[in-house]
T-cell receptor, first 112, second 115 residues
Framework: DQQVKQNSPSLSVQEGRISILNCDYTNSMFDYFLWYKKYPAEGPTFLIS?????DKNEDGRFTVFLNKSAKHLSLHIVPSQPGDSAVYFC???????????FGAGTILRVKS | GAVVSQHPSWVICKSGTSVKIECRSLDFQATTMFWYRQFPKQSLMLMAT?????????EQGVEKDKFLINHASLTLSTLTVTSAHPEDSSFYICSARDPFSETQYFGPGTRLLVL
C-alpha cells in the first residue's frame, strides 16, 4: 500500500521556467511533509518542509504548497536551473522528526 | 544543512560474511538515527529506527537478527549485515535527526554488493 505517491516518474523543463513536482498521500495521519533532492549513488539532500498547519512554505527558489483536503502537495522551483536536475522525493511523517515514508521519486531534467 | 557521514561508501563481500556500516552525525548529536535501503529504481524504504542507548525498532519484514543495529553514542550508529547473501545487495542510507529542527539529514549512502 503506497501511502505517498509521486505519479510522474519524470519531468522535463526549460532553464528559467518553473518546475512543478507533485505528490499525493493517502494517510490522513501524516502531519509533516518534506522534499528531498537526490543524485545517483548519493544520499538525499533536504530541501524544504511544511507542517500540516500551514499551506505554504517558501525558501528562496523553492516553495512547497500543501492542500490537506485534497491530500496533495507540490514543490515549485522557480527559476529552474540545470543544476536542479536530479531525483526529487516527497516524504511524510505522522510526527515531525519520526520515521519517513517516501514517494517513488520524480526525475527532473532542466534543459539549458 | 547538517552533515552526516557514512563509511564505507561501497563494499564488495563474499556470501556468508558480515559487513558493518557506520553512520556518524558530524556537527550535531543525534539521539535518533534511521536506516533505509534503496533497490535500483525504487524508493527509500525504512528498515529500522535506531535510538541511542536502547534497542532499535525494526519495520515489519526486516529481520532484526540479520540486520544488527547499535547506537552506542550520540553521534554514531552502526548497521551490521550478518551472513550477507546476494539478495542483500543494495544501497543502504542512514539519516540522523537534528534535535533542534527535527529534520532528518541523510548520509551519502553505502553500496553493498554481495557475491
Amino acid at each position: 500500500d503506497q501511502q505517498v505517491k509521486q505519479n510522474s516518474p519524470s519531468l522535463s523543463v526549460q532553464e528559467g521556467r518553473i518546475s512543478i513536482l507533485n505528490c499525493d498521500y493517502t494517510n490522513s495521519m501524516f502531519d509533516y511533509f518534506l522534499w528531498y533532492k537526490k543524485y545517483p549513488a548519493e544520499g538525499p539532500t533536504f530541501l524544504i518542509s511544511i507542517s500540516s498547519i500551514k499551506d505554504k512554505n517558501e525558501d528562496g527558489r523553492f516553495t512547497v504548497f500543501l492542500n490537506k483536503s485534497a491530500k496533495h502537495l507540490s514543490l515549485h522551483i522557480v527559476p529552474s536551473q540545470p543544476g536542479d536536475s536530479a531525483v526529487y522525493f516527497c516524504a511524510a511523517s505522522v510526527i515531525k522528526g519520526n520515521k519517513l515514508v517516501f514517494g517513488a521519486g520524480t526525475i527532473l531534467r532542466v534543459k539549458s | 544543512g547538517a552533515v552526516v557521514s557514512q563509511h564505507p561508501s561501497w563494499v564488495i563481500c563474499k556470501s556468508g560474511t558480515s559487513v558493518k556500516i557506520e553512520c556518524r552525525s558530524l556537527d550535531f548529536q543525534a539521539t535518533t538515527m534511521f536506516w533505509y535501503r534503496q533497490f535500483p529504481k525504487q524508493s527509500l524504504m525504512l528498515m529500522a529506527t535506531s535510538n541511542e542507548g536502547s534497542k532499535a525498532t525494526y519495520e515489519q519484514g526486516v529481520e532484526k537478527d540479520k540486520f544488527l543495529i547499535n547506537h552506542a553514542s550520540l553521534t554514531l550508529s552502526t548497521l551490521t549485515v550478518t551472513s550477507a547473501h546476494p539478495e542483500d545487495s543494495s544501497f543502504y542510507i542512514c539519516s540522523a535527526r537534528d534535535p533542534f529542527s527535527e529534520t532528518q539529514y541523510f548520509g551519502p549512502g553505502t553500496r553493498l554488493l554481495v557475491l
